[in-house]
């Protein structure tokens, strides 16, 4: 079964940080790049990140550059979303995407004191 499945959502705190990850199965992991999405209510997806394939070169949203952290492990068919210095702005359900393969189900990430 080809499916993405993100984890590692939360209540988080102004400042916090959070780590999500992206298991992708059924399919060859390696053979796609990824993206990051986000989600707000009312608001328009907006593309958090991006990862080539073999993971050695990214792009962030002018949004989260210098905060959030786009990583993955080939081998273990995982993509990661390193999340610091977390703003009640960054409030949204986030998704991993592959656009020849689809998206995850989305986790959850709220900041607020």
């Known amino acids: 079964q080809v499916q993405l499945v993100e984890s590692g959502g939360g209540l988080v705190q102004p400042g916090g940080s959070l780590r999500l990850s992206c298991v992708a199965s059924?399919?060859?992991?390696?053979?796609?790049?990824l993206n990051w999405y986000r989600q707000a209510p009312g608001k328009e997806r907006e593309l958090v990140a991006n990862?080539?394939?073999?993971?050695?070169?990214?792009m962030y949203a002018v949004s989260v550059h210098g905060r959030f952290t786009v990583s993955r492990d080939n081998v273990k068919n995982t993509a990661y979303l390193r999340m610091n210095n977390l703003k009640p702005e960054d409030t949204a359900v986030y998704y991993c995407?592959?656009?020849?393969?689809?998206r995850g189900q989305g986790t959850q990430v709220t900041v607020s004191s």
């Open positions: 995407n592959i656009p020849e393969i689809g």
């Open positions: 059924g399919f060859t992991f390696s053979s796609y790049a």
């Open positions: 990862i080539t394939r073999a993971g050695d070169n990214w």
